[in-house]
């Protein structure tokens, strides 16, 4: 039966039922043809025109099937940026309204047999962060435009520049003396008094007269002079001048530690707040990326503004750009080369002696540089890190 013109009363009639979204189970993909009820389906199924669309299918299924995916992915993605941004959604509302428009590409002609595969594969892909609760599976889109990470990058390095040495070192000291002020009001210590029982204690007072007259002495307004106490046992003297001395070694302690403390800023000095550097092997450590990339191991290829570099994984040879926080540092096993990542003997490439599981710790020996066979012991983990070496 040939198909109604345009304009007449069947074609308004046809328009009119086909209005709306319709069941899914009568809709051709390949045919972008919705029927209406299982008979108009099943005529459609038997028609030329759809065993044509068949006949193409059957040559190259696999393209047609990515094709339909990767639609439906971009459809479902974009809404998602546009609708809803980086906030987290019930992945059922996004799809709800992705399908209200009539055009939209059907997920039964996609590689996803339901909602809930598609949505994992999100996360796995790292398009997503995903999460299932008691209702239902949630999506977060992750933003990763060029211009939000540019922007991200910049006000973490603005950030780390707020702060020069002489405002750290100010703050520091700050701190420095408030703990000080703080320890000093429970400097003193109390003990009971211990005297041997045959130890007699007796106090003396002398109180010096005047040669003068006492009218003299009348005149003068200033008639009584301080007493002057003794101690006739020396063990007392020694307790009150031992109790002196302890509380002025326990000020100077202080001091000392005050001191000490400024020293051991001063030698942090050569530390840096940025530590990567090429040919080091690193873990990658965020799981914004998804499970794909994340624990995953790299070579350092190229530093970008000291704190991000570029990172070629030894496993699968993709490339990623990360900032140094989402990376950690790779320790080898005992007898391979390391190389010193922060202070003094920074960029010095050593030998990894032993490893101190308990501090969390290494020893290693300098091979290379002016102080090749210097040790150094109890090296932190964040200090070094393994040199990658090409497979030969």
């Known amino acids: 039966m040939p198909k109604a013109e345009a ?38 199924t038997s028609s030329e025109s759809h065993q044509r669309q068949l006949l193409l299918f059957a040559e190259n299924p696999h393209r047609y099937l990515d094709e339909f995916s990767s639609e439906f992915k971009t459809g ?45 594969w999100l996360g796995r892909e790292g398009i997503c962060v995903v999460d299932e609760t008691e209702k239902g599976w949630f999506v977060t889109w992750v933003d990763r435009e060029p211009e939000t990470i540019a922007r991200q990058q910049a006000a973490a390095k603005k950030r780390k520049m707020d702060k020069d040495d002489d405002e750290r070192m100010s703050d520091f000291i700050a701190k420095q003396v408030e703990r000080v002020g703080a320890s000093g009001k429970d400097d003193a210590t109390y003990s009971e008094l211990q005297r041997d029982e045959d130890e007699k204690l007796s106090l003396k007072l002398n109180v010096v007269g005047s040669a003068k007259p006492k009218t003299e002495v009348a005149a003068n307004p200033s008639v009584f002079k301080i007493p002057e106490i003794k101690f006739s046992s020396a063990s007392s003297v020694r307790s009150f001048s031992s109790t002196a001395s ?29 530590w990567l550097l090429e040919g080091i092997v690193v873990k990658v450590i ?27 994984l030894l496993e699968t040879g993709h490339k990623l750009k990360l900032d140094q926080d989402h ?66």
Not at 246 to 274: N, P, V
Not at 286 to 312: E, N, P, R, W
Not at 344 to 350: I, K, L, Q, T, V
């Open 7 to 44: 304009g007449t009363p069947k074609w308004l009639a046809n328009k009119m039922k086909s209005k709306g979204l319709q069941k899914l189970r009568w809709y051709c993909q390949m045919c972008e043809k919705q029927c209406r009820d299982e008979n108009g389906f099943k005529c459609h």
């Open 327 to 392: 990376l950690e540092t790779v320790i080898p096993s005992p007898g391979r080369t390391v190389r010193i990542l922060n202070g003094e003997f920074r960029g010095s490439d050593a030998i990894l002696k032993s490893v101190d599981m308990d501090k969390f710790a290494v020893k290693i020996q300098i091979c290379s540089g002016s102080f090749e066979g210097k040790v150094l012991k109890d090296i932190g983990y964040a200090e070094i890190s393994k040199v990658h070496v090409e497979p030969s």
């Open 246 to 274: 302890s509380k002025e070694r326990k000020r100077k302690s202080a001091l000392e530690e005050l001191r000490e403390e400024q020293e051991r800023f001063k030698e942090k000095k050569f530390h840096k707040d940025y």
């Open 286 to 312: 965020t799981k914004d990326l998804g499970d794909k990339y994340y624990k995953q191991k790299g070579v350092v290829i190229q530093i970008i503004d000291k704190y991000a570099g570029v990172i070629k």
């Open 76 to 120: 479902y993605v974009e809404l998602l940026r546009r609708r809803y941004g980086t906030r987290r959604v019930n992945a059922n509302q996004v799809y709800q309204e992705y399908i209200s428009s009539k055009d939209h590409l059907h997920m039964n002609a996609t590689k996803w047999l339901s909602l809930t595969s598609f949505v994992k």
